[in-house]
């Protein structure tokens, strides 16, 4: 027990490295108990320990998450997932950890949504919580850029300026640091049906991307687009 400790605190220490900047700037969010379980197994594959990243799949909130949503997630995502883990398929396991984050960033974006329809919540307070919502989401969507970007380069800058495009609309250009291109920009007024607009488009994209990843993970096609890892 006190070695699987210590080998989670190693590994833990090798995730929290910082990730690769974004065109929406370098903000990293801090992680909770999802992404830092994420992150986890990533760091417990890239060392070869698939025995550990297994366990901190089947012990984890990832796990527990995906077993909650199992209905509305991909068939066959959370066995999938276990059986990369257990061969070493990493990128099987990157492909089926981004369907799940990009999963959970479209649900926060449905909240967006739901938030900006509120109308009996005063204005200010209303955008407010909407950017709130989208740096949630960006939370899950920074862990899935890489592999968004790798099967198809498009949907990820689609996706990555929706994320500009919608603090900008929602009057948080200058106050969110990720948003560092938006900041250089002259701020416009708030306008939250352009906002809406934005991130309805985001979800759609992202409900296509995790389709057509699902369609490649059962496949077994993941090599084909994130050759190396």
Known sequence: MRRLVVALALLSLGSSMPATAHHVGTFIPRDDDITKNVKDIRAATAAGRFDLAVRLFDDGIVHATMEKQEKRLPRGLEDGLRAALRRGNLPGVDLRLAIFLAFLTEERLADTLARLAAADVPAERRRDQARKLINAA??????????????????????????????????????????ATA????????????????????????????????????????????PGR
């Open 138 to 179: 960006w939370r899950y969507y920074n862990l899935a850029d890489f592999v968004v970007s790798a099967h198809d380069a498009r949907t990820g800058v689609a996706l990555r300026m929706g994320f500009e495009d919608a603090q900008t609309f929602l009057g948080g250009m200058m106050v969110d640091p990720m948003w």
């Open 183 to 226: 900041a250089k920009r002259n701020p416009v007024p708030p306008d939250e049906a352009r906002a809406a607009r934005v991130v309805s488009s985001m979800r759609g994209t992202l409900r296509r991307f995790v389709a057509a990843a699902a369609a490649v993970a059962a496949s077994g096609g993941a090599r084909n687009f994130l």
